[in-house]
């Protein structure tokens, strides 16, 4: 079965310090989707990207990076020069297929506090 | 668009009551989800309906839990003689097609606490 594992459960690093979140993931689909999710203490899921399974380039936006390596199954997420606002809780994803859809597979997250 | 909406936000309820909760996909979304969840944990899949019928259930959804979509619109998912072990975030998605390619919404979710 799909399994996405986020290793470190708590981050906490003093703010302007870079920050890297580590995801690895097990999947018997030859093509998937992988995911990471903001969740700030309101509750609501906070989509950040979508990558497809064979689009391996790494992608920025802003203060944000991601690192896609397939040879490893991993999908990383790093916040360059960290704020206080992106105290959350963050959560990496990967599609399973089910009867005429997919579904998200979740890891357990990642509690990442920011401390001014 | 109004995105995915979910109702109510909050809901309080004495073990042993039963308790309804809706979902309103985006409109031209034919795929619905429903997970759920527990406090520390990520989400974990429930149940899927494409359009009506109800296609895939996990084996967290037990005899107690039911979900709906009456004619392909909204759906509900209800809980009968809840159990403290049933307090958790409730969050349903959306989606237009077969894969998380067609996009993939979520709602603010619906947050259930068992006294």
């Known amino acids: 079965a799909q399994k996405v594992t986020q290793a470190q459960t708590e981050i906490s690093v003093v703010e302007k310090e870079d920050v890297t979140l580590d995801c690895v993931y097990e999947t018997r689909d030859t093509t998937y989707y992988l995911f990471w999710y903001k969740q700030p203490p309101s509750g609501e899921l906070v989509f950040l990207i979508r990558?497809?399974?064979?689009?391996?380039q790494n992608e920025i936006s802003g203060r944000y990076s991601w690192n896609f390596q397939k040879s490893t199954s991993s999908f990383n997420f790093t916040i360059t020069a960290s704020q206080v606002v992106d105290s959350a809780v963050y959560f990496c994803a990967l599609s399973e297929l089910i009867q005429g859809a997919q579904k998200l597979v979740f890891g357990q997250g990642t509690r990442l506090t920011i401390n001014p | 668009d109004t995105g995915v909406s979910q109702n109510p936000r909050h809901k309080i309820t004495k073990r042993g009551q039963n308790v309804t909760f809706r979902c309103d996909p985006i409109s031209e979304h034919n795929r619905l989800y429903w997970y759920r969840q527990t406090l520390g944990q990520g989400p974990e899949f429930l149940t899927y309906?494409?359009?009506?019928?109800?296609?895939?259930k996990s084996r967290l959804l037990s005899d107690r839990f039911s979900a709906e979509r009456p004619k392909g619109s909204f759906s509900t998912l209800e809980i009968q003689r809840t159990e403290q072990g049933d307090s958790a975030m409730y969050l349903c998605?959306?989606?237009?097609?077969?894969?998380?390619?067609?996009?993939?919404?979520f709602g603010s979710g619906t947050r259930l606490t068992v006294v």
């Open positions: 990558r497809n399974s064979f689009d391996e």
């Open positions: 309906f494409q359009n009506e019928a109800q296609l895939e």
């Open positions: 998605a959306s989606s237009s097609g077969p894969t998380t390619a067609y996009g993939y919404t």
